[in-house]
T-cell receptor, first 116, second 116 residues
Framework: DTGVSQDPRHKITKRGQNVTFRCDPI?????LYWYRQTLGQGPEFLTY????????KSRLLSDRFSAERPKGSFSTLEIQRTEQGDSAMYLC??????????????FGPGTRLTVL | AQTVTQSQPEMSVQEAETVTLSCTYD???????LFWYKQPPSRQMILVIR??????QNATENRFSVNFQKAAKSFSLKISDSQLGDAAMYFC?????????????FGKGTSLLVTP
């Protein structure tokens, strides 16, 4: 399977714990995005990388959230001191920077986080 | 910030019939991109169709077509000859042509039920 993969698919944690999610983009894609999707809502943009550089962060990305893409390949999203409001599906997407009208974002299956 | 509104939380269609999903958006930009994404239950989001705002011609992809009304800021999706496999959440999304990240701005989605 050469699509976007995410690990774990499900995570249950207790309030106050730290969690880390991983995203592996399509291999040649140099852009990587993180979104959060809560129940009954569409995905909301969190942050974006081009290669290893984090170029854009949403106001939704509080200080408890940190994302990295150390070698420009896989990315991790860490949430510190989780709160019940962090319960959501965390989606990763990747795209290829091309000289074209647009670049399609390919989504992974998501990591569903439940904070008890 | 651009807002995307999908006013139909749920829609139902019989197999082989045609259904139209509505989407409106708010923007002050003249150049942008619009997308419809499909999210089947417990499966990852996939792109259905896209429209560049500078193109007057409505996009079509097999059984899927859009009615893009730029002045009215409306972007509806028509699914013809509906199939059971079309059952999913459908999200309308907006992407600016400006800025560096090209993050997608999603609506809340429409749940499409297809009945035999």
């Amino acid at each position: 399977d050469t699509g976007v993969s995410q690990d774990p698919r499900h995570k249950i944690t207790k309030r106050g714990q730290n969690v880390t999610f991983r995203c592996d983009p399509i291999s040649e894609h140099n852009r990587l995005y993180w979104y959060r999707q809560t129940l009954g809502q569409g995905p909301e943009f969190l942050t974006y990388f081009q290669n290893e550089a984090q170029l854009e962060k949403s106001r939704l990305l509080s200080d408890r959230f940190s994302a990295e893409r150390p070698k420009g390949s896989f990315s991790t999203l860490e949430i510190q001191r989780t709160e019940q409001g962090d319960s959501a599906m965390y989606l990763c997407a990747s795209s290829l920077k091309v000289v074209a009208p647009y670049n399609e974002q390919f989504f992974g299956p998501g990591t569903r986080l439940t904070v008890l | 910030a651009q807002t995307v509104t999908q006013s139909q939380p749920e829609m139902s269609v019989q197999e082989a019939e045609t259904v139209t999903l509505s989407c409106t958006y708010d923007t002050s930009e003249s150049d942008y991109y619009l997308f419809w994404y499909k999210q089947p239950p417990s499966r990852q989001m996939i792109l259905v169709i896209r429209q560049e705002a500078y193109k007057q011609q409505n996009a079509t992809e097999n059984r899927f077509s859009v009615n893009f009304q730029k002045a009215a800021k409306s972007f509806s999706l028509k699914i013809s000859d509906s199939q059971l496999g079309d059952a999913a959440m459908y999200f309308c999304a907006y992407r600016s042509s400006q800025g560096s990240g090209y993050a997608l701005n999603f609506g809340k989605g429409t749940s499409l039920l297809v009945t035999p």
